[in-house]
């Protein structure tokens, strides 16, 4: 019974790998992934700039 659970297991993950690759794999998730690092990156620095600006405005 151990070894039926083994072979599903294994037959799982092939399949899984398989979509992974069709949906686009790894390149595409890299690649979303440091867009949207650049998109929070931006965003913090101008959040940022804004606080220190009106810092420099009250004092």
Known sequence: ???LNFIIAIVALIIAVL???RTGGAKDFRKS????LAKMEKK???EEAAKEEKERIQS
């Open 33 to 36: 992934t440091a867009e949207l």
């Open 19 to 21: 979509a992974f690759q």
């Open 1 to 3: 019974m151990t070894f």
């Open 44 to 46: 913090m620095r101008e």
